[in-house]
């Protein structure tokens, strides 16, 4: 795919920033680029608006919104959002699709949620969940830190004879469980690379909970919970600068209709409910998601799951206050979450989500140990014998292991542009199911001298209704298509008609019936407006029609 820039790496902020100024500079018919909030670090929380603006302002087009990196170290989600605006600037103009795309629909995109986070992810050896803030700190555990100042935090190994662990017989390399007979040996406990803050007291190590523990994904206000029920969520809905900034942005965009939110990793596709069963969502708006949810399985080659009939394996204490649940059960608008990335998938050991049996610690050290094979095998630059270390409190210790960062969190490098690829592809397909607005036909009729009759026929040939969903309509948050004529003097009718939903072709009833296929029966996706004017012949009437998610549609004729 021709793209401006390359995407054999992840970027730092001052390389994604630098990018975003180029399109907006090399492109600003098509792109607009401008902060939405600044953060604590000072950085900027971008927003790009992909639109050509000689066909429309963006608001008075159907909207689409893409965003990635709201957790900071699954930058492979912000390369993919940056991949799809370059993409589509790039093939503006040469590229029919790209063009006809960008001509009639208003693309949205924050490519960088977490701009603080993933600069610390990027530029130091430490990991976090949203921003490189502290929040309800904890003393007392082992705390990560890169003691041989290799760059990585990587495992470490402490030999005890009260340890859990052993050197695997068949591969030292490796470690696998203590049986319940092994009474004689060297045995381990395993910690993340780091040093002994101070503890409560016994003589019993953990890990020390993260001072960086806010979780954006945890501060949506739809499903939010208070940190004793939903760690990292927040002091209260909205209290993140960045994640108030989406949601302000949203509601300053009503024309969208449509959502992709990336993440790593695990190389599945969610759709909402995520509170709730799919079952107690209307079966219509099931249909719509799984079809292109579809999409994604056919361009990614991911598995599409809803997120709390599957995912969610604790379906009383579920995560919640996601974006993607506020965008579907708040405002009806159809969304996804993107889990890029399946590294148990490349070492030949998947994830069964389907299962509905817990995963037992062997299998799952089974799946680790395969993943360690593969990178050793494919990334074996991110991959580090065990090497003893002196440890200031535990003596000799060993550190080894991979680096999490970019082979379990994100792909290798040299493995990326496949993720952004194929993003880019699903991404532009997900957008072109919008709904639409389109005058089918304007016609007249004079019924007498100077009097005309006025018929028009308002369709929306997209693939979604203009209400998006029927949970929107439940929310009461859908808005009517409105009708509206101008030109002579109105005698029957109102100037401005409102003729509800317009349904989308997902809303077909197609299927079989004794052997052949059929459509049972079309969807309600036209309405006839009809007015009586009084005019002169040659005055022009002008129709319009309007839908917030559904954009702007204009004819008019000459009498």
């Not at 449509?258 to 909402?272: E, F, K, Q």
């Not at 496949?418 to 089918?440: G, Q, S, V």
């Not at 929107?472 to 100037?495: C, E, F, H, S």
Request: hydrophobic share 35%; charged share 25%; with cysteine.
């Amino acid at each position: 795919m021709k793209t401006t820039f390359q995407y054999d790496h992840y970027y730092k902020y001052d390389e994604l920033k630098n990018c975003l100024e180029f399109f907006a500079k090399e492109y600003p018919e098509i792109c607009q680029t401008e902060v939405n909030c600044v953060t604590e670090m000072g950085l900027n929380q971008y927003v790009v608006t992909l639109t050509n603006q000689k066909t429309g302002e963006a608001l008075s087009k159907p909207g689409w919104y893409l965003d990635g990196n709201i957790h900071a170290g699954e930058v492979t989600a912000s390369m993919t959002a940056m991949h799809t605006i370059d993409y589509l600037v790039t093939n503006y103009g040469s590229d029919p699709e790209v063009t006809k795309l960008l001509d009639t629909t208003a693309i949205y995109v924050i490519p960088r949620v977490t701009p603080d986070g993933a600069e610390t992810y990027l530029t130091t050896p430490y990991t976090l969940r949203s921003a490189n803030r502290e929040y309800l700190p904890e003393k007392g555990g082992i705390k990560e830190e890169d003691l041989d100042q290799d760059g990585v935090i990587r495992m470490m190994r402490i030999k005890t004879e009260y340890g859990a662990w052993k050197k695997d017989p068949k591969d030292p390399s490796l470690m696998t469980f203590r049986d319940p007979s092994d009474t004689e040996g060297e045995f381990y406990d395993i910690y993340p690379e780091g040093v002994l803050e101070e503890y409560d007291g016994d003589e019993n190590l953990k890990r020390k909970k993260a001072d960086w523990g806010l979780d954006f994904n945890r501060n949506f206000p739809y499903g939010w919970f208070p940190e004793a029920r939903q760690a990292g969520a927040g002091k209260y809905p909205l209290s993140n600068p960045e994640t108030k900034a989406i949601v302000d942005f949203v509601f300053a965009h009503p024309n969208i209709g449509g959502a992709a939110c990336g993440h790593t990793s695990g190389g599945i596709i969610l759709y909402p409910p995520g509170t709730r069963p799919s079952t107690s969502a209307p079966n219509d708006d099931i249909k719509v998601l799984k079809a292109i949810a579809a999409m994604g399985e056919e361009e990614l080659g991911y598995k599409k799951m809803n997120i709390f009939d599957t995912f969610m394996k604790d379906q009383e204490n579920y995560s919640s206050g996601a974006l993607d649940d506020w965008f579907y059960q708040n405002q009806g608008i159809p969304s996804y979450t993107m889990e890029f990335w399946n590294i148990a998938e490349k070492a030949g050991m998947p994830y069964d989500w389907f299962s509905s049996e817990a995963e037992t610690p062997e299998k799952a050290l089974e799946r680790f140990n395969a993943c360690m094979k593969w990178v050793k095998e494919n990334a074996p630059q991110y991959l580090s014998d065990w090497q003893e270390f002196d440890h200031p409190t535990f003596g000799k210790v060993e550190l080894g292991g991979f680096n999490y960062k970019f082979t379990h969190q994100n792909p290798p490098e040299h493995l990326l542009i496949k993720e952004c690829e194929n993003d880019t592809k699903f991404n532009i397909r997900f957008a072109k199911a919008m709904p639409k607005l389109k005058i089918d036909s304007l016609t007249k009729k004079e019924v007498s001298k100077g009097i005309y009759e006025i018929t028009a026929v308002v369709g929306n040939p997209g693939y979604l209704p203009t209400n998006l969903t029927d949970e929107a309509v439940k929310l009461k948050v859908n808005k009517p298509v409105t009708v509206t004529i101008d030109g002579g003097t109105l005698l029957a009718g109102k100037q401005t008609e409102e003729i509800g939903d317009l349904s989308g072709y997902s809303r077909t009833m197609t299927g079989s019936f004794y052997g052949n296929i059929t459509t049972f029966a079309n969807a309600k996706a036209k309405k006839k407006v009809v007015w009586v004017v009084q005019a002169n012949e040659g005055d022009k009437i002008c129709v319009s029609a309007c839908q917030e998610k559904a954009g702007k549609a204009c004819a008019e004729i000459v009498l």
